[in-house]
């Protein structure tokens, strides 16, 4: 373990830049905790989020990723979203990673993480020997990623519903799965056309029974939500998440800025909406 006092923990934006670089002749996007001390959630959100943003404004899908753990420290409050954040983003964007120079604990949590969610730790000393690593792993980005969609508009059409006198848009996720980002795109594409044909904003009302994000799916489904709410949104309330739905909602919500407003039945999710319009008038 590390001195808490050698590691940095100043995450601004341009700290956080500093941090992703891009290697685009490698395909590979390098990842630097280096002498830096995540303590919390509210840490890790704040890096990955920016991490995830870059990724997007590459406009390159798929990279191999390199990380750097040189005299890091994760706090065990902070353990939780760091491993489920780095899953969801291997999930969506990694065609390998690879990681070097950790810290004996951090060692320890990854491999215990390798050991329980089926995934190679792929840790080395130095990074010559990542990157080495690496080499040999196949880009397939020479079979660029083409995910067939799994919806037509039909089935969304049945899961939207415009409450006219209520102001309230009604989303209906249970039994339902998005696979990919391709399922998220489709979805957010067909919605953002039907409010804005409306020409007006909603609460949204959301229903998760039963309903299955995939890791591949989460990051395209985290970016278009936050983009639809601050577009169309009065306010949302979510319901019936489910216990990984939910605290994948909570985290994000954390740096993000925006109250998740989790309930546990459809009845106490139209009361928020109530207490939510009752705030806005006052």
């Known amino acids: 373990m590390i001195d808490t006092d050698t590691a940095t923990n100043v995450l601004t934006r341009d700290e956080i830049d500093r941090r992703i670089t891009f290697h685009d002749d490698l395909e590979v996007m390098e990842a630097d905790f280096s002498n830096l001390h995540l303590r919390d959630t509210g840490d ?33 409050e902070a353990w939780f979203a760091f491993s489920r954040r780095g899953k969801t983003l291997n999930k969506a964007h990694s065609m390998g990673s690879v990681r070097f120079d950790a810290s ?14 089926a995934f190679d730790a792929n840790l080395f000393a130095d ?6 690593r690496i080499s040999q792993l196949k880009s397939t980005r020479v079979r660029k990623i083409v995910h067939v969609p799994n919806y037509t508009r039909a089935d969304f059409e049945k899961r939207l519903k415009f409450v006219d006198d209520e102001q309230i848009m009604d989303v209906d996720f249970s039994d339902f799965t998005l696979f990919h980002s391709r399922d998220v795109n489709d979805f957010f594409d067909f919605t953002e056309e039907r409010i804005s044909a409306t020409g007006r904003r909603w609460y949204f009302l959301v229903n998760y029974n039963n309903c299955r994000i995939m890791p591949e799916a989460w990051v395209s489904y985290a970016a278009r939500g936050k983009r639809l709410n601050e577009g169309g949104a009065l306010g949302s309330v979510r319901y019936a998440t489910g216990s990984e739905t939910e605290e994948e909602i909570r985290l994000r919500a ?3 800025g925006f109250r998740p407003n989790v309930r546990n039945t459809r009845e106490e999710a139209l009361e928020r909406i109530a207490e939510m319009k009752a705030e806005a008038a006052s």
């Open 44 to 76: 890790v959100n704040a890096f990955y989020d920016r991490l995830e943003e870059r990724i997007r404004e590459t406009g390159e899908d798929q990279w191999f990723f390199l990380v750097n753990y040189s005299a890091s420290r994760i706090d065990p």
């Open 104 to 117: 004996e604990e951090t060692r320890r949590q990854i491999e215990r993480a390798a050991g329980t969610e």
């Open 127 to 132: 990074r010559d020997s990542a990157l080495e």
């Open 254 to 256: 954390q740096s993000q």
